[in-house]
């Protein structure tokens, strides 16, 4: 199976379901509370159904990994595990801030180094990020590379601050980025990174799931850009609605070291990595 191919056609069906959605007043309705913690709202269980029913009609079995609607079997013999947030940044969607994603990654285990293909897709603009493990990480076709710029003055650095309790070692960090950003959907913002849009974008508050970058960690390995945990070392983590996850993403061995240094992290233990 072409799994660029099938994650490029169900991204686009996402984005058609959610296009209508985004002027009607029960986009935003809620269901109770998704398996990763927050409210399940209508625009986020339309996304989810689109992508079930577009990758099982092309012929994929597979136990879903869904932050809305938890773990389930989507065909008798599930071969493959895909792992999604069907929107990220449903609050900017539903406010009209044009900076939302959906997010969809194939593994054939349910862990983040197993993810073999995946895609997130600007809900907004005309842009989707595919990578394919081993064949690269693109933006519409195009094959992308990360920025070059390697230290705190220059560099466009995203912190998710959400809830964040702001450690001193954050704070020292905040303090030597010039250019600080957070826009709202984490996945989104790290193919930011892997494609030199920004230079690099740490999460360390302990709090994102591993379904929400699942596939965007395989867009930023694909396009050489870094990425390992708040200490320094590879990730490694079960793919669960439930698995937290930090990171610290940067477009290149330099900036990424630079950032550790500032958040106080001691590199000489994972060095090696
Ligand atoms: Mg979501």
């Given at each position: 199976m072409d799994f660029l191919k099938v994650l490029d056609e169900t991204a686009e069906r996402v984005k058609n379901t959610v296009k209508p959605l985004?002027?009607?007043?029960?986009?935003?309705k809620t269901y109770g509370i998704g398996a990763g913690g927050d409210a399940k709202k209508h625009i986020d269980l339309e996304a989810e159904k689109t992508i079930v029913s577009t990758l099982r009609r092309k012929g994929l079995e597979f136990t879903l990994i869904s932050e809305e609607t938890g773990i389930r079997r989507c065909?008798?013999?599930?071969?493959y595990y895909v792992t999604t947030d069907p929107i990220d940044g449903t609050t900017n969607l539903l406010r009209g801030i044009p900076f939302a994603c959906s997010s969809i990654a194939i593994s054939t285990?349910?862990?983040?180094?197993?993810?073999?293909a995946g895609v997130v897709v600007d809900l907004f603009h005309s842009v989707t990020y595919l990578a394919q493990r081993n064949r690269g990480a693109f933006r519409n076709s195009e094959r992308i590379e990360p920025a070059q710029i390697d230290n705190l003055d220059d560099a466009v650095v995203g912190v998710d601050?959400?809830?964040?309790?702001?450690s001193p070692r954050l704070a020292q960090l905040l303090g030597q980025i010039k250019h600080v950003r957070h826009l709202g959907a984490n996945a989104l913002e790290l193919c930011y990174v892997a494609d030199g849009t920004a230079d690099g974008f740490i999460d360390?508050?302990?709090?994102?799931?591993t379904t929400d970058i699942a596939a965007a960690i395989l867009i930023i390995e694909e396009s050489n850009a870094i990425i390992t945990d708040?200490?320094?070392?590879?990730l490694s983590r079960p793919l669960s609605p439930t698995t937290t996850i930090d990171f610290i993403a940067a477009g290149n061995r330099p900036l990424h070291q630079k950032i550790l240094t500032a958040l106080g992290t001691d590199q000489t233990h994972v060095d090696s990595h």
């Open positions: 985004l002027k009607s007043p029960i986009a935003g065909g008798n013999r599930p071969s285990t349910a862990h983040v180094g197993s993810v073999e601050i959400n809830s964040c309790d702001t360390v508050r302990g709090k994102l799931r708040s200490r320094g070392v590879p």
